[in-house]
T-cell receptor
């Protein structure tokens, strides 16, 4: 089955710096890669996603890149702000598939 | 916010007792999921449902059962709770497989 590895587990950056979180997946049939942000005491919320027919997607300060050949995808947050502090999860699934497999999560600290 | 309600939000129970967690949605989404969240493991899929009375196992289904008698309700039952089932449980819904999942607020279960 699918396996998703996520690194780093903890990331601390200064406000205004960039943050990068990386994930790898094992199932070459996976074609949907969402990223979720989880704030303390809440459920995860989707912040950006990418499908396998696209190499990069950007939404304001957040971007995701996908390398299908290497089975890597990454989340990039630019100009980080204290409110970006949260746990971030990458995930992988297939169109029409029922199972979304999540990475272990990255706890991001943005220091003011 | 997507209309997902989990109940109870917190529960403490004794080892060996049965426990049922409820997920209720008002979005009429076909797919519903139960995840557990533990430090270092991210979100792991317990069971999922792709329609009324249609359910299947996820990664960590041992010791859990589910039922879905109505589109809006998905129940997770621990037949005989163990300390290893102490966790935060999240319900999620999605319109289709391989699309954005919307999460509930979570249920913190402690088995003593």
């Amino acid at each position: 089955g699918e396996n998703v590895e996520q690194h780093p587990s903890t990331l601390s950056v200064q406000e205004g710096d960039s943050a990068v979180i990386k994930c790898t997946y094992s199932d070459s049939a996976s074609n949907y890669f969402p990223w979720y942000k989880q704030e303390l005491g809440k459920g995860p919320q989707l912040i950006i996603d990418i499908r396998s027919n696209v190499g990069e997607k950007k939404d304001q300060r957040i971007a995701v890149t996908l390398n299908k050949t290497a089975k890597h995808f990454s989340l990039h947050i630019t100009e980080t702000q204290p409110e970006d502090s949260a746990v971030y999860f990458c995930a992988a699934s297939k169109n029409g598939g029922f199972k979304t497999i999540f990475g272990a999560g990255t706890r991001l600290f943005v220091k003011a | 916010d997507a209309g997902i309600t989990q109940s109870p939000r917190h529960k403490v129970t004794e080892t060996g007792t049965p426990v049922t967690l409820r997920c209720h949605q008002t979005e009429n989404h076909r797919y519903m999921y139960w995840y557990r969240q533990d430090p270092g493991h991210g979100l792991r899929l317990i069971h999922y449902s792709y329609g009324v009375k249609d359910t299947d196992k996820g990664e960590v289904s041992d010791g859990y059962s589910v039922s879905r008698s109505k589109t809006e309700d998905f129940l997770l039952t621990l037949e005989s709770a163990t300390s290893s089932q102490t966790s935060v449980y999240f319900c999620a819904i999605s319109r289709d497989g391989g699309t954005e999942a919307f999460f509930g607020q979570g249920t913190r279960l402690t088995v003593v």
